[in-house]
């Protein structure tokens, strides 16, 4: 195993723990409700104070990666993770958990601001970073569909408090590792304030994060949506709930790892990531005819895997856009306002989701996550017959100068 490879296992790793952590204390939270004696309002903090954290500290975290190297802000923020999920698994009261939430969330943050930099910098080459950020998107994915199987076996197995101990022995490793093979990308000086206007200079950087907001959107919604559904209205518990789940991940598995580097090779990321956004969109509009007593075969699996085919598709492709589009003095402001983006779409799409499902109904939640893509879907067209202008020898020589009206 080279260097690079274990690199990006120890950071594909560490993304893993941050996006587990987000979901595996979901089905958790009756039982530490019940435990430590929170009252219903107060238990959303739970998730709030570890999101909210998470959100605040990555544009900081990622500029401070430009001016210091994102080697150690990476370790800092691997070793405060572990420690707060040491801390998490003692909780002896709500609020020693919620301020443990809170700084297990800056410390996730901090870490992951940088980890997009980091394999950018790892992977010069354009197949070698693609694949690796197809390793991320399915490390992403896969943390969203583990995390509620892993919470249910836990908690029904052992203990809530094992949710957040089980970090601390993989922290431990994951940081001894970093050390020895984990090199990170050099300090330049960060200099133009906290978002520099040379970050947003080049626009295929900015619509590939409108693109990304509108597909974790999508994702987010259909996850939030989803779990109500089979739990409320097809009965079914925290761990089959996770099983659920499980056919797309194996989906978003085979597209992302399997074949959306290959047909990025042959057709474009652009083009690939455009037939992605439009299956997403499908898979959406499939879900929004969810019937209130149907069932998970008919009823949400087609839709959730035609869904989780364009994901697989699309997330590689428009997180290889973004970061290619950044010069090396912005990488990691760039990875953490590109990380920044992912969490804003998660935001609201569950924000919402969880309004409209209350009020109008689970159909209508679908349906505002496929508007949402299919504005996406119009971007990514816009970037496709964008970049065929830029191939086109008769208007390639006006591209830089309306690059730069942009």
């Known amino acids: 195993m080279t260097t690079k490879t274990v690199a990006l296992a120890t950071l594909a ?6 996006i587990l952590d987000g979901t595996v204390v979901t089905v958790a939270l009756p039982a530490i409700r019940d435990d430590l004696g929170f009252g219903d309002a107060s238990l959303s903090w739970v998730v709030n104070g570890f999101l909210l954290a998470f959100a605040l500290v990555l544009l900081p975290a990622g500029r401070a990666g430009d001016a210091f190297g994102t080697r150690p802000v990476f370790l800092a923020g691997l070793s405060i993770f572990t420690l707060a999920s040491a801390w998490c698994g003692v909780a002896w009261d709500p609020i020693s958990l919620v301020l443990a939430r809170f700084v297990q969330g800056l410390g996730g943050g901090i870490a992951s601001a940088v980890v997009l930099g980091m394999i950018a910098g790892l992977y010069a080459e354009p197949r070698e970073r693609l694949r690796a950020f197809a390793v991320l998107a399915f490390v992403g994915s896969i943390g969203a569909s583990v995390g509620t199987v892993l919470g249910g076996v836990l908690t029904d197995v052992a203990s809530w408090r094992w949710a957040f101990l089980i970090n601390v022995p993989f922290g431990i490793i994951a940081l001894i590792v970093a ?30 994060n409108l693109i990304l907001l509108t597909l974790t959107f999508g994702g987010f919604t259909f996850q939030f949506v989803t779990t109500l559904y089979l739990q409320d209205v097809l009965g079914f518990g925290a761990l089959s709930t996770g099983l659920a789940f499980l056919p797309v991940t194996v989906v ?19 083009r690939v990531l455009l037939v992605g956004v439009l299956a997403f969109v499908a898979g959406m509009v499939y879900l929004v005819r969810i019937p209130e007593a149907g069932g998970f075969p008919l009823d949400v699996l087609p839709g959730a895997v035609v869904m989780a085919l364009g994901f697989g598709l699309a997330m590689p ?19 953490g306002l590109t990380t920044t983006t992912q969490q804003l ?9 969880a309004g409209l499902v209350t ?10 996550a496929a508007i949402a893509l299919a504005t996406g879907a119009a971007v990514a067209a816009y970037l496709l017959v964008d970049a065929a202008r830029a191939r086109d020898p008769k208007v390639s020589e006006r591209v830089p100068d309306e690059a730069a009206r942009f």
């Open 13 to 18: 790793a560490t993304q893993l723990m941050v």
């Open 252 to 270: 978003i598995a085979i597209a992302t790892l399997g074949f959306s580097a290959t047909l990025a090779e042959r057709f474009g990321s652009e």
């Open 317 to 335: 492709q428009v997180t290889a856009l973004a970061m290619g589009a950044l010069a090396p003095e912005h990488a990691g402001i760039g990875s």
């Open 179 to 208: 050390l020895r093979a984990v090199e990170g990308t050099p300090p330049t000086g960060a200099k133009g304030g906290l978002l520099p206007r040379g970050l947003f200079a080049q626009r295929r950087f900015t619509l590939a």
């Open 359 to 368: 009020t109008v109904g689970y159909g209508a939640a679908y349906a505002s």
């Open 345 to 353: 779409g998660g935001f609201l799409g569950t924000l919402i989701a």
